[in-house]
């Protein structure tokens, strides 16, 4: 089955850029959604289709997707997007929804 | 507003039973597809499978096959997971999510379930 992999964990200042990655095989042939989702709530769809936002989302919250590596962008960051990110795809060949581990995002 | 709304926690005995749902509204209930989310306590998201309410096709992830059922009643717009015998690794927040295109977009707020003796 297909494996998306997260680093557990980053850290930024406030007002610093933070950046999160997804790892797969061959990933920027597939289509990635990325979800925060904050202690005790359910997550939240942030960024889907590699780089669009629904609406309600910040533009500071980009994405991309290249070769074996998606990348969850967060500019001018705030102390309330400390939360756990989560990256996503849809694995055609088991017909599968597929999440990464997760990355804890920490403003110091 | 396009919202799913899940039952309420449930604490069970290990060996029980349980049926827990999950009512779309704000939508076409059975033009989406309804999928299930394990998140253990401390833990990342797992996908357990998913139903498309229009006509009950559903499909199972590996990992849960034969451990649950998802089921969906498109009369009432609800969703359904069920265990006939719980065990305390069953613990854990359960979320539903419509899913568009390969993606979930609208989630549940969770239910969480305890098994406990």
């Known amino acids: 089955s297909y494996v998306l992999t997260q680093p557990p964990s980053v850290s930024v200042a406030p007002g610093q850029t933070a950046r999160i990655t997804c790892g797969g095989n061959n990933i920027g042939s597939k289509s990635v959604h990325w979800y925060q989702q904050k202690p005790g709530q359910a997550p939240v769809l942030v960024v889907y289709?590699?780089?669009d936002r629904p609406s309600g989302i910040p533009e500071r919250f980009s994405g991309s997707n290249s070769g074996n590596t998606a990348t969850l962008t967060i500019s001018r960051v705030e102390a309330g997007d400390e939360a756990d990110y989560y990256c996503?795809?849809?694995?055609?060949?088991?017909?599968?929804?597929?999440f990464g581990g997760g990355t804890k995002l920490t403003v110091l | 507003e396009v919202q799913l709304v899940q039952s309420g926690a449930e604490v069970k005995k290990p060996g029980e039973s349980l049926k827990i749902s999950c009512k779309g509204s704000?939508?076409?209930?059975?033009?989406?597809?309804i999928g299930w989310v394990r998140q253990m306590p401390g833990k990342g998201l797992e996908w357990m499978g998913i139903?498309?309410?229009?006509?009950?096709?559903?499909r199972y992830s590996p990992s849960f096959q034969g451990q649950v059922t998802i089921s969906a009643d498109k009369s009432i717009s609800t969703a359904y997971l069920q265990w006939s015998s719980l065990k305390a690794s069953d613990t854990a927040m359960y979320y539903c999510?419509?899913?568009?295109?390969?993606?979930?977009?609208?989630w549940g707020q969770g239910t969480m379930v305890t098994v406990s003796s």
């Open positions: 139903i498309y309410p229009g006509d009950s096709d559903t």
């Open positions: 704000g939508y076409s209930f059975t033009s989406y597809w």
């Open positions: 999510a419509r899913r568009t295109g390969s993606h979930p977009d609208i």
């Open positions: 996503q795809v849809w694995d055609s060949s088991s017909d599968q929804v597929v």
């Open positions: 289709d590699d780089s």
